[in-house]
């Protein structure tokens, strides 16, 4: 198995350290990384925030291990520039159209959501994010003058109906695969986009009689997802509204430190990466946690490798050095990034 690391900005190669440590100790020979540049650290070196060496990489490798990118001394880029354009080009590039973002309570962490414990018990649910659509990628998009010499910029949301149906059957799919219900999350009330989006969810419905469809607006379900977040099994929204959602519920369950994802296309290519980004105040201090990474780690094994088993195993060892006690700063601990990974290590059997 080949997996292409990409540690990237930030607290990237912190993280991606100890997820490899862990899967290197679960897989032992049969697992080799291949690193490359991505992100700002490529556009440092190479003019290119995602060099055609670290695409070729991606294309050739079975799964992709994916840190971080963003590096506030880029923010004066150009777009096409941007340590973000790397991430959003392997997605468009790979078609990883699929992004399942798993947002579940650990019991050992009720204490540190900040909702309270009645309200938190039992949250465990999916959001299924569509991830190359959307106003993500829309065109036209920019910035110009109005009429009257005022300066404007704009974006374009669209889905096409093929886009909707696929990430729907991914999202029945899921479904199918837990409770049976799902939850589409859109702002039809408003948007032409999103109209187009609950009709075609409502015509895959057909397909899946067994799967209970239910509609929220984004905005109630934002309000929802605090108020009572065990009402959600599967969540299946478009790219914005689901990268919203997924912070949110990161939250909800103790900290954006803890999510993982896993990046899909048509043909079982997979990127796993945490849902965070690259913490530009905390990086190369030794206080990111690592769990969102390891359990992208989990992943990577479960989705692209087929090794359920260790995927498992991976899952338990974190569930056990959280009952153990160990914390990061996030989790109102005092354990170093290398420690946490540590933890999870010795929690391995
Ligand atoms: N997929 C990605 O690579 C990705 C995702 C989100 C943001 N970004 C980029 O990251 C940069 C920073 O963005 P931001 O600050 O809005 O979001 P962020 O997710 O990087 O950080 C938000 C807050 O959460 C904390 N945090 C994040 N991950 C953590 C972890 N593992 N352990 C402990 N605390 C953690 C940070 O310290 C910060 O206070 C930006 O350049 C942004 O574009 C990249
Ligand atoms: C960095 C950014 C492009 C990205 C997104 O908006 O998708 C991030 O926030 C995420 O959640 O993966
Ligand atoms: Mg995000």
Same mark, same amino acid.
């Given at each position: 198995m080949r997996i292409a690391l990409l540690a990237g900005d930030g607290i990237g190669p912190e993280i991606t350290a100890e997820a490899v440590k862990i899967l290197k100790a679960v897989v032992s020979q049969e697992i080799e990384f291949d690193e490359a540049l991505i992100g700002g650290a490529a556009w440092?070196?190479?003019?290119?925030?995602? +060099?055609?060496?670290?695409?070729?990489l991606c294309k050739n490798s079975d799964a992709i291990?994916?840190?971080?990118?963003?590096? /506030?001394?880029?923010?004066?880029l150009e777009r096409a520039l941007r340590p973000e354009q790397a991430?959003?080009?392997? &997605?468009?590039?790979?078609?990883?159209?699929?992004?399942? &973002? +798993?947002? &579940?309570?650990? /019991?050992?962490?009720q204490?540190?959501? +900040?909702?309270?414990?009645?309200?938190?018990?039992?949250?465990?649910?999916?959001?299924?994010?569509?991830?190359? =659509?959307?106003?993500?990628?829309?065109?036209p998009r920019g910035q110009r003058k109005d009429d009257q010499n005022r300066r404007e910029g704009f974006d374009t949301m669209r889905y096409n109906e093929d886009e909707v149906k696929r990430i729907a059957r991914i =999202?029945?799919?899921?479904?199918?695969?837990?409770?049976?219900?799902?939850?589409?999350?859109?702002?039809?009330?408003?948007?032409?986009?999103?109209?187009?989006?609950?009709?075609?969810?409502?015509?895959?419905?057909?397909?899946y009689p067994d799967v209970e469809l239910s509609h929220m607006y984004v905005d109630?379900?934002?309000?929802?997802?605090? &108020?009572?977040? $065990?009402?959600?099994d599967v969540i299946v929204t478009g790219n914005l509204f689901g990268d919203i959602l997924s912070d949110l519920a990161s939250a909800c369950?103790?900290?954006? =430190?803890?999510? /993982?994802?896993?990046?899909?296309?048509?043909?079982?290519?997979?990127?796993?990466?945490?849902?965070? =980004?690259?913490? +530009?105040?905390?990086?190369g201090l030794g206080k990111a946690n690592p769990l969102a990474t390891i359990l992208s780690g989990a992943m990577m094994l479960r989705y692209s490798l087929k090794r359920e088993a260790d995927a498992d195993r991976i899952e338990k060892?974190?569930?056990?050095?959280?009952?153990?006690?160990?914390?990061?700063? $996030?989790l109102g601990g005092k354990m170093t990034t290398s420690e946490m990974g540590n933890a999870v290590l010795a929690a391995l059997n």
């Open positions: 440092k070196v190479t003019g290119s925030p995602l +060099p055609e060496e670290t695409l070729k291990l994916f840190g971080s990118v963003g590096d /506030p001394e880029c923010d004066h991430i959003l080009g392997l &997605r468009k590039e790979l078609d990883l159209f699929a992004n399942l &973002r +798993p947002a &579940r309570l650990f /019991p050992e962490l204490a540190e959501s +900040p909702l309270k414990e009645n309200i938190v018990t039992g949250t465990d649910l999916m959001i299924v994010r569509e991830l190359t =659509g959307d106003v993500y990628f829309g065109t =999202g029945f799919e899921t479904a199918r695969s837990r409770s049976g219900n799902l939850c589409s999350i859109d702002k039809s009330n408003v948007l032409e986009t999103s109209q187009l989006w609950r009709t075609v969810v409502l015509e895959i419905a057909q397909e109630n379900a934002a309000m929802q997802l605090v &108020r009572a977040p $065990d009402q959600f369950v103790g900290s954006i =430190g803890l999510l /993982p994802s896993a990046s899909l296309n048509s043909e079982g290519k997979g990127l796993y990466e945490p849902i965070h =980004g690259s913490a +530009p105040d905390i990086a060892a974190v569930s056990t050095a959280l009952e153990k006690g160990a914390r990061t700063a $996030d």
